[in-house]
C-alpha cells in the first residue's frame, strides 16, 4: 500500500516538496504519496489528527506552523527543543515525533554541497528568527572559531545567546555591532531575500575567502547576495541546497533510505544573476 505524507502550510502552493519527495521516490523505488496541503491558520491540530487518523506517516510543516509542529509532538528530538520549533513529523501510532531539519540542512549544504568546512571558522548570522533557531545547534556541532548572531531586533539575537549559552559562547547584537568585525561564513536567515530589501551591513564584514549564504531559493541575487558580491565575499550560494538537504533528512528518517541530493538540486536551482 502506498504511504501518504503531506507538507502543511499557509499558504503552501509555491511549496517545492511536492516535486523534491517525489524525485527522491522515484531515485529509490519507494512506494509514496506526497501532496501539499494548504492549512487554515486556526487548524492546523485538527488538519495533523485528521492526516494521521486517515493512515498518513508523516508530515513536512512550513509557515507559520512551525512552532505549533513543536508543541503537537509527544517526542521531539533535542534540535526540535532547542529551536522551540519542528519541521517534520512522523507519526507511530499514539507517538508523534518531532524533528527540525532546517538547520541540518543548511550544515550538509555549506560543507559537501559548497566545500565549506565550518571548523575553525567565524560564522555570522543574520536574523534571530526560526530559521536561526534551528541552525544553531547544527553549526555549533562543526566546531567553529565562533558564531555570531545579529538582527534588527538586538534584543532576540541576546535571547538567543541566553538560550544556547549551554551549547555555544554565541556573539549577540545589532547590526551596528557588527562594525570593525569580519567572518568566513555570513548567513543571512533574514527574510530580505523575500523582500528585497538591503541590510545595513557594514564594511569589512567579508573576510578573504567569505562566503556569502542566502537562505532564500530561487530569487537569482537578492540584494544581500549583491551587497556581498560588491564587499568582496568570494563566493554567493542560495538556499536551494538547504531545502533539498533537510528534505533529505526527513525522507531519510521516515523511510531508511538516504536520497541522492544533488540532481535534485541541480533540477531546481535558479541561477544566480
Ligand atoms: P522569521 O522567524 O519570521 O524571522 C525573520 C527574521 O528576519 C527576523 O530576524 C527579522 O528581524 C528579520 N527581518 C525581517 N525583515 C527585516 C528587515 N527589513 N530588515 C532586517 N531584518 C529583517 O523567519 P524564519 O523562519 O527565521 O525564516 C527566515 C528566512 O529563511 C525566510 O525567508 C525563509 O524563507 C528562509 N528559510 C529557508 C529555508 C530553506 O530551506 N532554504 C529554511 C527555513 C527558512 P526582527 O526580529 O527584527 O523582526
Redesign the pocket.
Known amino acids: 500500500m502506498t504511504d501518504r505524507y503531506a507538507v502543511l502550510g499557509h499558504p503552501i502552493g509555491h511549496s517545492k516538496s511536492p516535486l523534491i519527495h517525489s524525485l527522491f521516490a522515484q531515485a529509490t523505488g519507494q512506494d509514496i504519496g506526497y501532496t501539499a496541503i494548504e492549512t487554515p491558520l486556526d487548524g492546523f491540530a485538527d488538519t495533523v489528527l485528521g492526516f494521521r487518523a486517515g493512515g498518513g506517516r508523516g508530515l513536512n510543516v512550513s509557515?507559520p506552523f512551525?512552532l505549533q509542529a513543536f508543541e503537537i509532538a509527544t517526542e521531539p528530538s533535542e534540535r526540535a527543543h532547542l529551536a522551540g520549533a519542528a519541521n517534520c513529523l512522523k507519526f507511530e501510532g499514539d507517538r508523534i515525533q518531532a524533528d527540525n531539519f532546517?538547520g541540518v540542512?543548511?550544515v550538509n549544504d555549506l560543507q559537501r554541497n559548497l566545500g565549506c568546512p565550518l571548523a575553525g571558522k567565524r560564522v555570522l548570522l543574520?536574523?534571530?528568527?526560526?530559521?536561526?533557531?534551528?541552525a544553531l545547534l547544527p553549526i555549533a556541532g562543526q566546531s567553529p572559531a565562533l558564531i555570531a548572531v545579529a538582527?534588527?531586533?538586538a534584543d532576540?539575537a541576546h535571547a538567543l545567546g541566553r538560550d544556547f549559552a549551554a551549547h555555544a559562547q554565541l556573539q549577540s547584537g545589532g547590526y551596528q555591532d557588527l562594525a570593525g568585525k569580519s567572518f568566513d561564513v555570513v548567513i543571512n536567515?533574514?527574510?530580505?531575500?523575500?523582500?528585497q530589501?538591503a541590510?545595513p551591513l557594514p564594511a569589512g564584514l567579508f573576510a578573504p575567502g567569505a562566503i556569502a549564504y542566502e537562505?532564500?531559493?530561487g530569487k537569482g541575487l537578492t540584494p544581500f547576495l549583491k551587497q556581498a558580491q560588491a564587499a568582496g565575499a568570494s563566493r554567493v550560494a542560495d538556499?536551494?541546497g538547504?531545502?533539498v538537504e533537510?528534505a533529505a533528512e526527513a525522507f531519510a528518517w521516515w523511510r531508511g533510505v538516504r536520497p541522492e541530493t544533488q540532481p535534485v538540486i541541480q533540477r531546481l536551482t535558479v541561477p544566480l544573476t
Open positions: 509557515l512551525k532546517d540542512g543548511l543574520l536574523g534571530a528568527g526560526g530559521a536561526t533557531r534551528g538582527n534588527r531586533t532576540k536567515a533574514t527574510s530580505t531575500g523575500l523582500t530589501e541590510l537562505m532564500v531559493y538556499g536551494v538547504m531545502l533537510q
